[in-house]
């Protein structure tokens, strides 16, 4: 019965320091990053987004929709790698998607594809150095010819 006991509390004692651990790790400073883009010039459409990976490894990747041009996004503090996407309708230009909702056409337009070259999203050299407190980036991206 002890032995039983002895190991529940130990399970109990390794569960409580891996929360504790889990909560309170060095790389819990963030920033939050605001900012436009525009898709030469012009605001892009709906649905496009921007992402910060970590180079460093060890937080998480954070992100955020753009919405009329503009983002805010909370990221972890520290050096990133930025992939901007803007979707449109393949074989088509740039123009905003439908709105989802119920009663929404969305995805009847047929498939989407990426309006941006690989070195804005897949293959990024997109960086960018994220501050504790509010940072600012505005980014102007040239679209697939």
């Not at 569960?15 to 892009?44: E, F, H, K, Q, Y």
């Not at 060890?58 to 803007?86: F, H």
């Amino acid at each position: 019965m002890a032995a039983i006991f002895n190991f529940r509390l130990g399970t109990v004692a390794a569960l409580l320091a891996l929360i504790a651990g889990v909560g309170c790790s060095g790389g819990s400073d963030t920033g939050t990053v605001t900012g436009t883009v525009s898709v030469d010039g012009n605001v892009p459409a709906e649905g496009s987004s921007i992402n910060f990976i970590p180079t460093g490894g060890g937080s998480a990747t954070a992100g955020g929709l753009i919405e009329q041009g503009k983002y805010n996004v909370k990221v972890p503090a520290g050096s990133t790698r930025v992939e901007i996407r803007i979707p449109r309708p393949q074989g088509g230009a740039v123009k905003a998607a439908p709105k989802a909702g119920p009663g929404s056409e969305a995805g009847s337009g047929g498939p989407i594809e990426e309006s941006l070259p690989p070195e804005y999203n897949e293959k990024s050299t997109l960086t960018f150095e994220v501050k504790s407190g509010t940072n600012e980036k505005n980014w102007d991206v040239k679209a697939k010819k």
